[in-house]
């Protein structure tokens, strides 16, 4: 078994563009044999770095059921280091230290209708719940998703959308489309307008804080209990490893306890969203 909190090399295998700023990248240790023990929960993050750059934290974007060939991240260039990763060509390395955090069980949303809630970037750890849910691995469950983003240029996953409005139900809104965008426009909580969700439903909430209190206010008003409300927090994340406290709410250190919590649990907590 390897160590986690050990930098490990990991080759670039692909990379596709996302978005302007965002690309995804298809990573496989170069220990072969750590790539195959190598496993995570989606909501799961890595720290991802390159020498003398630093590291930081990023979700994953892909499904663990392919965690021991690779895995995928999704950088978006908004600093020194992920600028410096943005410039990266397929078969180049970057260090890997990892799995961290709890991330969402899969085992807790069988059998119940799942609702799935992203926006912007903070769409990513969705992608492997929906991926899971496609590949069949949660059975007899109804899934919805819904994705509020900027515009068409930082709408992340444009290819899958067909297939996954094929076999799920997906539902996106553009806040500030092209003039060619076909689609919704306005805000996230506007999907929810005549949307039925029953009150088993589970939902899984990632994106900006603000939109959370406006999406919980959605789901309480469909019976929605708050134990069946998951949400995360890696938005507050800054080192990720428990050094800085950039991350600390009530009794809880975002990037040690979370990011994903359940919103019974944090509820109570001043100004959490
Ligand atoms: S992000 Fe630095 S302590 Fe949690």
Redesign the pocket.
Known sequence: MFNIYQPQKAKIISLNTESTDTKLFRLALTDKKNQKEFNFLPGQFVQIGLPGWGECPISFASSPHQSDKYFELAIRKVGQLTGQLSELKKGDLVDIRGPFGNGFDADLFKDKPLVLVGGGCGFVPLRPLIMDYLADKMENTVLQIFYGCKNEDTLLFKKEHASWNRQAELNVILEKPSSKWAGKKGLITDLFKNRVITSNSIAVLVGPPLMYRFVIAELKKRQITDENIYLSLEKK???????????AIGPY????DGPVFRWSDIKDINNII
């Open positions: 994340m800054y080192c990720g490893v428990g050094v800085c406290q950039h991350c250190y975002v990037c040690k």
